[in-house]
């Protein structure tokens, strides 16, 4: 099996350059939260954390309702089944993982967006199947002559680029893959953090009624709560769609064990009943971004797409490279476009996941520098 190189490890020299700076580095290169987990999500998990016995693969009937709800109360998808959904150890696994679980082999394609999360690749990789970049139907046709598409990735709002997918585009991806046979996943697990709204259902998903048509067939929405409740350390996420798809993944996850520890199923099942404490995180998203937006831009920047999600997709129209080193040399530490893509040639990726302080100091080193 032929992997990439783990795209970070080749920002260990940028990295040490920012180190250097006398104010200390402001790591904007990875979308880890910072800020604590919210209180009510940590009781939860210590208060089940007596668990001598096995947990259930499929989550609790409690849990897998309690993320149907959420599809209703946040998302506007009204008929999300309980039985077509499932806790996962984070969503990094599932989309790693998703091709092999589906029995996905040789000759089968995985189209995946052009500027993309790495994973999507990796997990057709690790299937031994092939990952095909491709935007569109259109770009799709030509490449499905060279096998079967079985698995469409979609992701709204987009790593990197904080671009979100309208229904009548989510639409017509579903209506193409049908037509084929093909199973379309959609990541969404940015879809709390829309900057242009605020409603539900601003984000649409996958299982949205106008773009599957009311039937979730061979859809799959994948979300993780890492962002929107700053667990990803507890790794807690979970698929939903397609009862008879999930109840296939069920079962090869049964039998390898594929298990979201007990606490965790419970420290869920907190998080999704409490609006509250993501509207604060949210918050908090939205200030450091109205910090570092326009600092970027006064700094030379453009910021494309970047309406929703937890990044800003920033362009001086110079090789990433370049501008990667630029940033360092501020301390400021992000990542490459090129990670994303050959797409991303020319952008680098800010995350908003930094403390209000360090935000602050990059704002500041980026204003003083074009001022
Ligand atoms: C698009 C996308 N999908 C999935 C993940 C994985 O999230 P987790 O494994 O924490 O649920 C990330 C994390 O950054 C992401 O950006």
Redesign the pocket.
Known sequence: MQLPDFPWDSLAPAAARARAHPGGIVDLSV?TPVDPTPQVVQDALRAASDAPGYPQTWGTPDLREAVAGWFARRRGVPDVDPDGVLPTV???EL?AWLPTLLGLGAGDLVVHPEVA?P?YDVGARIAGATPVPADGTAQLGPASSAGPVRLVWL?SPS?PTGRVLGREHLAKVVRWARERGAIVAS?E?YAELDWSADGVGSVPSVLDPEVCGGSHEGLLAVY?L?KQSSV?GY?A?FVAGDPALVRRLLEVRKHAGMIVPWPVQRAMLAALGDDEHVAAQKARYRARRDRLAPALQQAGFRIDHSQAGLYLWATRDEPAGATVAGLADLGILVAPGTFYGAAGAQHVRVALTASDERVEAAAQRLTSRSG
């Open positions: 979308g984070g969503s990094k989309v999360y994973t992701n790593n990541d697990c993780s890492s990803a790794r996420a």
